[in-house]
């Protein structure tokens, strides 16, 4: 549903460890977005953006809110493993010759920067499945629904 430079044209960074980011790719689409799009339309978009098929209203579901909120959600998740790496040794902190490491009010601030954007497009791409009768959208993910939906806080 997105690659390395689609994450980087959403949020410009110099010097991302891809490797990092993308071991958090697999779990946050399943973790994130397979949850609130429902198994039904998770699968189709997966697929018609892996077959470059994807057209319409999905085409703009993707582009204008999935892949932004799956970008974030995604920093939100390494932005744990940005500041310290686990080794043999035990948990190590990265350091750069010309960086200065931020406090942890900083690393908490930017880390929930990151969640509160992914929030806000899961939240708009879903009222815009609604606002649109994307047929495969069940309403048992509906956040307006009386379930217990387990991204919008």
């Not at 790719?25 to 039904?40: D, F, H, P, Q």
């Not at 998770?42 to 579901?61: A, H, I």
């Not at 010759?97 to 992914?118: G, H, M, N, V």
């Amino acid at each position: 549903m997105i690659n390395i430079n689609n994450i980087t044209e959403i949020i410009p960074s110099k010097n991302m460890d891809e490797s990092l980011v993308m071991n958090q790719l697999s779990l946050c689409e399943i973790k994130y977005i397979r949850r609130a799009l429902g198994v039904t339309l998770y699968n189709k978009l997966k697929s018609e953006w892996k077959n470059g098929t994807l057209t319409g209203v999905y085409k703009e579901l993707m582009k204008t809110y999935i892949q932004p909120c799956l970008a974030n959600y995604v920093m939100y998740e390494s932005a744990v493993f940005m500041a310290a790496e686990p080794t043999s040794t035990g948990l190590n902190r990265l350091t750069g010759e010309s960086y200065e490491t931020p406090s942890i009010k900083d690393k908490t601030t930017t880390r929930d920067k990151f969640l509160k954007d992914a929030e806000f497009y899961l939240s708009e791409g879903v009222d815009y499945i609604l606002d649109n009768n994307i047929t495969e959208y069940s309403i048992e993910n509906d956040p307006s629904s009386n379930n217990n939906y387990p991204l919008l806080y």
